[in-house]
């Protein structure tokens, strides 16, 4: 068990030196990656940045939709519960209310 402990131990200090170099050599220029590119020096890609700006842009107009949408079934459903008040005169054999009829 122990000799387990001092080589995940090893593994990680070898790890977190390796990343840390890479750190280093990258912000002195001399690790470039042409298909990466990084202006504002974030550590995030910007083709990652702007795929994750235009994602929030169709989640902001998927959620507008949504909420218009479901603003279009409260009136619904509100109009179906002004109608069900409607229900017990018809079977009360009561004429049914409703618009009057227009003369052509």
């Known amino acids: 068990m ?4 001092i080589i ?3 593994a990680l200090a070898f790890s977190l030196a390796v990343f840390l170099v890479a ?3 990258n912000k002195l220029g001399w690790i470039k990656t042409a298909s990466l590119k990084d202006e504002d020096k974030d550590w ?3 083709a990652v940045e702007k795929e994750i700006q235009e994602l929030k842009q169709d989640l902001k107009e998927t959620k507008e939709r949504l909420q218009s949408e479901l603003s279009d ?3 619904a459903i ?3 519960g002004n109608q069900l008040g409607d229900v017990p005169k018809a079977f009360s054999g009561k004429k049914r209310p409703g618009r009057k009829k227009t003369q052509k």
Not at 2 to 5: D, S
């Open 44 to 46: 995030i890609p910007d």
């Open 8 to 10: 995940a131990g090893a």
């Open 2 to 5: 122990r000799e387990f402990a």
């Open 23 to 25: 750190m280093a050599l």
């Open 78 to 80: 509100k109009e179906v």
């Open 73 to 75: 079934v409260g009136s």
